[in-house]
């Protein structure tokens, strides 16, 4: 039996619908044994974010030497790093473990807009990351604050995806959930360096979307080890996430997180 392995690289989200344990529950739904490096602990629920402990760079790096040495992932998944200590660690390690598959999401800001990457950190994600980016997967806020370009209509996201390309990420998504000038439908953009490729859902009018972000790349990277094409990836992301958000579990005062085995009980009821 083969078994296909996908790392994510993240932070720990204490409430369950975001970070490392979001990327499991996506990974274990689609079927995928997971593996984690912590990044950092936070202290969070779903009213917001109470607190933020990096782990220290010598955790990071041995956890990833442990991964090395004996689990080599078929695809990695990058989400909050925080600090350009530990984007320039990650980096460094992913060079030269040569691994492939790469989804980066450039974790910047919580749903209650406490921030998990630090200013400065952002130039490090611009100079080392997205050259080893097999794809990348910002919301509307994240690609502004990369790119420096204020994103107001679609060709302004198209610009950014392909300053985004030109940086060196293979390919990027552009996630339209923040996006005022959708409508009723959210328009994700997939665009490889010479076309784009629109992939469309129904808006979801809801505040249970905690952990989306990171569901829809830890779908994609699910996908993407289990020998699936970028666009193969990205169309059962997009349904994967679509029904997670569709599906409410209510649970919590605030953003609630989405739920993961949606999109498994939509297959089962289907049968």
């Not at 490392?20 to 917001?48: H, P």
């Not at 402990?53 to 989400?79: M, T």
């Not at 958000?245 to 993961?260: A, D, R």
Request: aromatic share 6%; proline share 3%; net charge negative.
């Amino acid at each position: 039996m083969k078994v296909n392995r996908a790392l994510t690289i993240a932070g720990s989200d204490s409430g369950g619908g975001a970070g490392i344990q979001a990327d499991l529950k996506t990974f274990q739904e689609l079927k995928v044994y997971g593996m984690t490096v912590i990044t950092a602990i936070t202290a969070q629920n779903t009213l917001g974010v109470q607190g933020v402990y990096p782990v220290p760079v010598e955790g990071i790096q041995e956890q990833l030497q442990s991964i090395a040495d004996d689990l080599k992932p078929n695809a990695v998944k990058l989400g909050m790093l925080f600090s350009s200590e530990i984007i320039s660690l990650v980096a460094e390690q992913l060079s030269e473990y040569k691994w492939k598959n790469i989804v980066l999401d450039p974790v910047m800001i919580a749903k209650g807009g406490a921030a998990l990457l630090q200013k400065e950190a952002v130039t490090a994600l611009q100079e080392k990351l997205l050259p080893l980016a097999t794809v990348i997967t910002p919301n509307i806020p994240e690609a502004e604050v990369i790119t420096g370009m204020q994103i107001v209509t679609i060709e302004d996201s198209k610009e950014a995806a392909k300053q985004l390309h030109t940086w060196g990420a293979q390919y990027v998504v552009m996630k339209g959930g923040h996006a005022t000038y959708q409508g009723e439908e959210v328009v994700d953009l997939l665009f490889d360096g010479e076309t784009f490729l629109e992939f469309k859902s129904p808006r979801i009018n809801s505040i249970q979307t905690h952990g989306s972000g990171c569901t829809f790349a830890a779908a994609i990277t699910a996908e993407l080890a289990k020998g699936y094409t970028i666009y193969q990836a990205v169309e059962e992301a997009k349904s994967f996430i679509t029904k997670a958000i569709e599906h409410e579990l209510n649970i919590g005062s605030g953003h609630g997180p989405t739920n993961h085995f949606a999109y498994q009980l939509a297959k089962m009821q289907s049968v």
